[in-house]
């Protein structure tokens, strides 16, 4: 029997979830490997980096969708637990579950839009089909990169003030400011409940210090929170500012600070998530692939 795609796993996976029990990947894994009847050499078969196991990869994506539609929850990393609409949908025991069947969840139809920026899946197909094997490469990575990024800003959302401290710190030292990483510590020490503020030097040698806020705000912020922080920057006698957010900015904000004196540079949730992955900040690499061409000069004879 051939490795199911990831479309087949998803409703063993959710009836195996389907006890309201504590599962750990690496069990459902040897579960569902068993169920679809797969031989070793198939349970062993590899990505073609070499990283990653293909029946365990096709089952992270179907968990992935599963929960993102709301089915199932993350408990703790590398573990799961059906939530209350995975039992639900379990009770009207559908025939199959599939990216079609999924599309009736607002959270799940949310999330595509963010992937793809088009919900039409037959063009997006066709588009494909006409790319470049270079471009549909292209593409395939910028899907990886912003579910990463969806992924990477919901963990900074749950994790707690200081982790966000530390984060914000060490993105900073990172892109180059601050000096050392002990500088930056100190600079950025004032922690709250719902972020951190302080300042930063702009370069290793201190000539111009940055303001900095850093708040993990739900809503959109609009301009009057900018407002008060342009007016933080000018009792600070500071010239320029960082303000971060883990949700987003208003149009009026962005259209304030393009006109007022003070440089102030404004990042949002997704802003932030994509200089993590930059700076390999919260991520690890998974595979690097070299594309090639022919080396036309080795093939010139003199």
């Known amino acids: 029997m051939a490795i199911p795609d990831y479309q087949s796993i998803m409703l063993p996976f959710l009836k195996l979830a389907g006890d309201k029990a504590e599962h750990s990947l690496r069990e459902a894994n040897d579960i569902l490997a068993q169920s679809f009847q797969l031989t070793e050499d198939e349970k062993k078969e590899l990505l073609p980096s070499g990283q990653q196991e293909v029946f365990f990869n096709r089952l992270g ?18 573990y799961f637990k059906i939530t209350d609409r995975g039992v639900a ?17 607002q959270e799940f139809k949310d999330f595509r ?91 290793r040698l ?28 000018q009792g600070q006698r500071a010239r320029k500012g960082i303000m971060i957010t883990t949700s987003s900015f208003s149009q009026d904000a962005h259209d304030y600070v393009s006109r007022i004196d003070s440089k102030i540079v404004l990042i949002d949730g997704k802003r932030l998530a994509q200089f993590m992955i930059d700076n390999n900040l919260g991520v690890s690499p998974l595979a690097t692939y070299d594309i090639k061409r022919i080396d036309s000069d080795y093939f010139t004879e003199e």
């Open 206 to 233: 201190g000539l111009d210090i940055i303001y900095i806020q850093a708040k993990r705000w739900d809503a959109t912020v609009g301009r009057p929170e900018v407002q008060k922080f342009a007016g933080a920057l």
């Open 113 to 203: 839009a963010l992937r793809h920026k088009k919900e039409d899946e037959d063009i997006e197909t066709e588009e494909i089909a006409k790319s470049t094997p270079e471009e549909a490469l292209e593409t395939a990575y910028q899907r990886l990169r912003d579910d990463l990024a969806a992924d990477l800003l919901q963990q900074i959302k749950t994790s707690s003030p200081s982790l966000f401290e530390k984060l914000v710190v060490e993105l900073l030292v990172k892109m180059g400011y601050g000096g050392s990483r002990h500088d930056a510590g100190k600079a950025i020490g004032k922690s709250g409940d719902e972020g951190i503020d302080g300042i930063i030097k702009e370069d």
């Open 61 to 78: 994506w179907a968990r992935t969708y599963l929960k993102k539609s709301g089915l199932v929850d993350s408990t703790r990393r590398g």
């Open 89 to 105: 949908v379990l009770n009207k025991k559908p025939e199959k579950i599939d990216v079609q069947f999924l599309e009736q969840f």
